[in-house]
């Protein structure tokens, strides 16, 4: 089953002006039986005539109800939904598919152009009309979202709601910005350029890393109560170093107050450590007592407290998040619900509303799938669904469908000869012993590979041919690329992708074989070589440490997407902030004096290894991005700093010491979300048994032909339907869920959802989803018919 649900997909039909008074659906109402009096009207009917049909009605009622669905799914509070008709069209425009990669495109000209402005690198250079243009550009497409936004949201809401407000604000002075740079012909001090980011992760593609920010937000009291805590012993210790050692002329480290903190505040990342305790220490054994107790204290003790903090914190707010889209979803479910019961049936909802309702909101998915959802849904199997069933709609989309038992094999249908090959590859795939073998060969390649490895060659070109192009490296990938063969053929082309495994052994493979090809053509391309290793990997599927290790990884997969994202916006940020302050200075031979000089002596003839250190600069966006790389990794991250205090201002420090706690914050974040989720999978594991996850994962529905029928109640409708369902007879399909932290986390919290609807139940009364919906909250949506 397809899953493309964007409001921008062919099945959410655009509104003119014109039709908007006569709606045009592409379905006749003669498709349909009597037409039901509906529950409540659409708030984006309230213009429609009254003498239109009420078929018409309902459309409009179908897909406000999909843009409920929608809002639910996307976490996107109710405050923005299009409150009239006329608000429609700019809400559809602004929610397409074509306009959310028109958006993200934008944001990332916006962000690339950092590589053509100055500063940046001679061949990237680009005249300041074009880039200034460019700029004006990308930033007028932001703009018409915004304005477009504005007609069916309304200044209020916006002026309400902080990031759109940011975003606003954000874009009026970079247009301004533009502009002053067209005029003058010539760029400025821009350091507002460092807020490109906003623009990109507002967009639709990045809603994830959203979340994660939000969750690095939620996260910060409790750093920010550690970092201080931290900073007491940074200041104390500080003093009591100056006081100890400022008076041993061989120690640079403590001459003044401001160099005791900068030393200490390092040695926090232990890069200047034993360096700063050695000259002292060369004086007075004891004094290696000072720095022992510092280090055990802030970085084996507090440091370590500061993890445990935050992963607590970050538990709970993980929980919290689950919890909040839960509701949220639950509260979509309920307004879309209230706009597809009739007054005939003011409680359920019958197949004919759901599947209108599926047609503006998945338009790609089936009829089949369509109606195998609806019965999944109807748990009570009277043939209409209640609220409580179609609360679990998001669930019931998630779910690919497959016949129980297929009559034939997919190949049941082939030429005779090639039918038997089929069955004789299937019985090799089914042998028991099938992969056993395959292990065998992976494990012979590994050996062959090490064997290559210890050979001697004359040259590195002709060790990396014997390694990753010699015959038997092209034995192996060719047996390796006959068992993905067997493999497709025994089982089908998507079954066979549907094991990850599988997916990674035919990319590997692949890649490896036009890795050897490459190699063998041209000896030079030595980094293929690591190509010929990745098969290994399978091995370690074997022992289930690794395999909870990988499905860990799986389960992080997105959130690595997130942190992957948010460290680049991070990058960027700083990357413009040190190439405003710092791209004018060159490190050469600077720094004279000081506890840094050798690493920055430099001669045209001779130069130590030492003396690359001036390469770690901010002359450009790409070096900045890798002189920040390295300060990540903080091992003699201070040379840089003192480099640039020297030839600057010691406060440039300052931006250093910033970048060094942002990153510490959301590394520290990252790691804890690493421990929560094998956590989490490790608890999962041992609460859940093999039987137990196989039904939390698979479902079963059966369609009886008969009472197909009268739900379905349209006989050309049935008649495209005998391909998929047997007539006057029953039809059992299988469904399987895929194992995401979502439908792991339900199962895990159980309990607690449980606990929470019990607890909102309480806290609604009868009539509350009349209320929630009236004037004095979000405007109109349902107006009684």
């Not at 689950?322 to 307004?335: D, I, M, V």
């Amino acid at each position: 089953m397809e899953d493309e649900r964007s409001l921008g997909d062919t099945g959410y039909k655009s509104f003119s002006s014109d039709n908007l008074h006569n709606p045009s659906y592409g379905t006749t109402s003669s498709s349909y039986p009597p037409i039901e009096e509906m529950g409540s009207r659409s708030s984006l009917a309230r213009d429609v005539r009254d003498d239109t049909t009420g078929f018409d009605h309902w459309e409009m009622n179908y897909h406000e109800a999909a843009i409920f669905l929608e809002e639910g799914e996307n976490n996107e509070k109710f405050d923005s939904h299009p409150r009239h008709p006329s608000a429609l069209p700019a809400y559809l425009l602004v929610h397409n598919s074509w306009y959310y990669g028109l958006d993200l495109a934008s944001s990332l000209v916006l962000l690339s152009l950092a590589l053509t402005e100055k500063p940046s690198i001679d061949k990237l250079k680009l005249p300041v009309g074009i880039h200034g243009t460019l700029e004006l550009l990308a930033l007028g497409v932001i703009g018409i979202e915004l304005a477009l936004k504005l007609r069916w949201i309304g200044w209020g809401t916006i002026l309400k709601h902080k990031r759109t407000m940011v975003k606003c604000v954000t874009l009026v002075i970079m247009v301004m910005e533009a502009l002053v740079v067209l005029v003058r012909q010539s760029s400025h001090f821009r350091i507002t350029r460092a807020l490109r980011p906003i623009f990109l992760v507002d967009t639709r593609a990045c809603g994830a890393v959203r979340r994660f920010i939000r969750q690095i937000l939620q996260s910060l009291p409790p750093i920010l109560d550690m970092l201080v805590l931290l900073l007491f012993f940074v200041c104390s210790y500080a003093l009591l170093g100056y006081y100890l050692f400022s008076q041993h002329t061989t120690n640079l480290y403590f001459r003044t107050l401001p160099d005791s903190f900068v030393s200490m505040f390092v040695l926090l990342t232990t890069a200047n450590f034993p360096d700063v305790m050695m000259p002292s220490y060369a004086i007075s054994k004891w004094s290696a007592l000072f720095f022992i107790s510092y280090i055990s204290t802030v970085l084996y003790v507090l440091m370590n407290l500061m993890l445990a903090v935050v992963y607590e914190t970050f538990t709970g707010i993980e929980r919290d998040k689950f919890r909040k889209l839960l509701l949220h979803k639950r509260k979509a479910c309920q307004l879309a619900f209230r706009l597809l019961v009739s007054k005939q049936s003011p409680n359920t909802i019958k197949f004919k509303q759901f599947q209108g309702l599926m047609r503006y909101y998945s338009p790609r998915t089936s009829l089949r799938n369509i109606i195998l959802m609806f019965h999944l849904l109807n748990i009570s199997g009277t043939g209409s669904l209640t609220e409580d069933e179609f609360l679990h709609i998001y669930d019931a989309l998630s779910v690919k469908w497959r016949l129980r038992e297929p009559l034939d094999p997919w190949f049941s249908s082939a030429w005779p000869p090639l039918r038997v090959f089929y069955n004789i590859s299937r019985r090799i795939v089914m042998w028991k012993y099938f992969e056993h073998i395959i292990y065998t060969l992976i494990l012979s390649n590994g050996v062959a590979m090490f064997v290559r490895i210890m050979e001697h060659t004359d040259n590195l070109q002709k060790s990396a041919q014997m390694f990753a192009a010699s015959w038997d490296t092209f034995l192996f990938l060719t047996l390796f690329l006959l068992e993905a063969l067997l493999k497709v053929i025994a089982i089908g082309w998507n079954e066979y992708v549907a094991s990850g495994w599988n997916v990674f052994d035919m990319i590997v493979t692949l890649a490896a074989l036009m890795g050897a090809i490459l190699l063998y053509l041209n000896p030079y391309l030595t980094l293929v070589v690591i190509l010929r290793p990745l098969r290994l990997l399978r091995l370690f599927k074997l022992k289930k440490r690794y395999r909870d290790i990988f499905g860990t990884l799986v389960l992080l997969s997105p959130l690595m997407w997130s942190t992957t994202v948010v460290m680049l916006v991070m990058y960027y940020f700083f990357s413009i902030i040190g190439m405003e302050f710092f791209a004018p200075y060159d490190l050469r031979n600077c720094c004279v004096n000081t506890t840094v000089e050798d690493f920055y002596k430099f001669s045209t003839n001779t130069t130590s290894p030492l003396g690359y250190y001036y390469l770690n600069n901010f002359s450009d966006l790409l070096s900045s991005a890798v002189t920040l790389f390295e300060l990540t990794v903080v091992n003699n991250w201070f040379i840089v700093m003192d480099a640039y205090a020297s030839v600057t201002n010691p406060y440039s420090r300052l931006f250093f010491m910033l970048f060094y706690l942002f990153t510490m914050v959301v590394l520290t974040i990252v790691v804890a979300s690493v421990l929560e989720a094998f956590r989490f999978r490790i608890q999962y594991k041992k609460q859940t048994t093999k039987r137990d996850e196989e039904q939390m994962l698979h479902e079963e529905v059966s369609i009886d032909w008969n009472v197909l029928q009268r739900e379905i109640n349209d006989v050309r409708i049935m008649e495209t339907l005998q391909i998929d369902f047997t007539p006057r007879g029953t039809t059992y399909y299988l469904g399987r869920r895929r194992r995401t932290r979502e439908v792991l986390q339900r199962h895990m919290y159980s309990s607690e959802i449980t606990l929470w609807l019990n607890e909102i139940k309480e806290e609604e009364n009868p009539n509350k989803l009349h209320e929630i919906v009236n004037e004095s909250q979000i405007n109109p949506r349902l107006v009684d018919s």
